[in-house]
């Protein structure tokens, strides 16, 4: 499968932005997707996972309660609603997937990028404080 990202951009401290994920080649449906983010001289870190049945969601203890994951298999597409935003939210998003056995998200690897085989080419994000 691959993944396209949209919707990036800059956006002043308590803001909002929706950034995009499309999925071409294969059945999305089947896929469990997600976001990471890098900032500049730092290691990706995970952002946020919905389940392939769009079931279960986990989420960055340091994005919880201002972002949220959504999919439409239907579209072939995820997104990622980010509010109150901060200026350490700064860096480049990517959208990730994976065809996981299981339909529901295994909390002990879903944070891991090695368990992610599609990644997008990312899209970067800007919060201006």
């Known amino acids: 499968v691959q993944l396209t990202e949209s919707g990036g951009g800059l956006v002043q401290a308590g803001g909002s932005l929706r950034p995009s994920c499309a999925a071409t080649?294969?059945?999305?449906?089947?896929?469990?997707a997600g976001w990471f983010r890098q900032a500049p001289g730092r290691e990706r870190e995970f952002v946020a996972a919905?389940?392939?049945?769009?079931?279960?969601?986990y989420y960055a203890d340091s994005v919880k309660g201002r972002f949220t994951i959504f999919r439409d298999s239907a579209e072939n597409t995820a997104s990622l609603q980010m509010g109150s935003m901060k200026p350490e939210d700064t860096a480049v998003y990517y959208c990730?997937?994976?065809?996981?056995?299981?339909?529901?998200?295994?909390?002990?690897?879903?944070?891991?990028?090695?368990?992610?085989?599609?990644w997008g080419q990312g899209t970067q994000v800007t919060v201006s404080s």
């Open positions: 080649g294969r059945a999305f449906s089947g896929y469990a």
């Open positions: 990730v997937a994976e065809e996981w056995e299981s339909p529901t998200l295994d909390p002990d690897y879903v944070h891991l990028p090695s368990e992610y085989d599609f």
């Open positions: 919905i389940s392939s049945t769009g079931t279960n969601a």
